[in-house]
Nanobody, 125 residues
Framework: VQLQASGGGSVQAGGSLRLSCAGPGHTSSAWTMGWFRQAPGKEREFVSAIAWRGSPTYYAEAVRGRFTISRDNAKNTVFLQMNSLKPDDTAVYYC???????????????????WGQGTLVTVSS
């Protein structure tokens, strides 16, 4: 199973980008979906997650208030709207799918079953 992430690019600080993640098919509309990121020399970290119904949503403190996660289950697609971008947001962003039930553990890499290939976001000062 492969997720397809897209939408990365280069922007200046204060700019915006919207990432998209296409699921493999109808079954992914029932998954909890998440976004992670990995900056150069750092470990991959949690960014945001969304339950299959579209709520609740979860955010890392570093992006809360600037990023918004959403999903369109009819299109098997999850979005990450990123506003007020900062140089510290520079990273490869990965989408992830969790086919297991439950929302108690969503912040670790091992909490997800499927991963996309990553899309690079570069924010210049």
């Amino acid at each position: 199973v492969q997720l397809q992430a897209s939408g990365g690019g280069s922007v200046q600080a204060g700019g915006s980008l919207r990432l998209s993640c296409a699921g493999p098919g109808h079954t992914s509309s029932a998954w909890t979906m998440g976004w992670f990121r990995q900056a150069p020399g750092k470990e991959r970290e949690f960014v945001s997650a969304i339950a299959w119904r579209g709520s609740p949503t979860y955010y890392a403190e570093a992006v809360r208030g600037r990023f918004t996660i959403s999903r369109d289950n009819a299109k098997n697609t999850v979005f990450l709207q990123m506003n007020s971008l900062k140089p510290d947001d520079t990273a490869v962003y990965y989408c992830a799918g969790r086919s297991r039930g439950g929302l108690s553990a969503l912040y670790g890499n091992a909490d997800y079953d499927y991963w996309g290939q990553g899309t690079l976001v570069t924010v210049s000062s």
